[in-house]
Every structure is written in C-alpha cells, then in structure tokens.
C-alpha cells in the first residue's frame, strides 16, 4: 500500500490538540523553541522542554501526549504563522497547541524508499 511504501511500515504520526492553562496570560510555557526555516516555509520547532515548567507539568500529567525536542507546532489558538503562534502563546491562559510529534529514529529502521524499489538504471513510475 502507498503508506506502507511511503514509511516503511513505520507508524505515522497525526498531530493532536492540547490546551495549557497558565494563570496568567503573559506567563511563559516553559519551553524553548527555534524558528526553522524549511523548503515548505517556516515551522516552529521544540528545542528543549525544561523542568518545572508548565509544558513540563503537562508531560508528567499526559505522557501519551508528550511534547519534546523535535515536535513542531502546526497551530497555536488558530495561529498558524510561527511568529504570530509566539505571540498568541504569551496572550492568553488557555493555549491550544496543535502539535505533531515526529516518530521516534527507530521506527524509520528499514524503511523503504523509491531508489530501495526501481531497478538500477531504471525510471521512476510515474
């Protein structure tokens, strides 16, 4: 199937929704993030998550919706530019993350690519 061939059989990560509650609004998440300049634009990407923090509260609280290094926000309260997601996370109490979590190294372990299945000095199919 065109997923399989796509990941290998590695399990595809769908993003998920979160909301914090700070007290109050110009409070920090207690996360470091970097803007991430990419072929399809810019994206907004966790470095670190430090201890203490309330993203970190959240974590211990929900572990099957950790927030780590490497996730990429896709949205925060509807804002999808990276700039205005900085924003909008420092003028609210409630802040909605729409999150995607990449999937761990070890599941792209022997994932297939379209150079693993065209024969050597064959084209592509189109």
Excluded at 90 to 113: F, I, N
Aim: proline share 10%; charged share 20%; hydrophobic share 40%.
């Amino acid at each position: 199937d065109l997923e399989g061939f796509l990941h290998g059989g590695a399990a595809v990560q769908k993003p998920f929704k979160v909301t914090i509650r700070k007290p109050v609004a110009t409070d920090s998440l207690g996360i470091v993030v970097g803007l991430i300049e990419t072929a399809l634009g810019p994206e907004l990407r966790v470095d670190y998550v430090p201890p203490g923090g309330r993203l970190h509260e959240w974590n211990v609280a929900h572990p099957e919706q950790h927030i780590g290094p490497g996730c990429i926000f896709l949205d925060v309260n509807g804002n999808v530019d990276p700039r205005e997601m900085l924003q909008a996370s420092l003028q609210a109490c409630d802040v909605t993350l729409t999150v995607w979590s990449p999937p761990p190294a070890s599941a792209w372990a022997g994932a297939r690519t379209l150079a693993d299945t065209e024969p050597a000095g064959s084209e592509p199919q189109r």
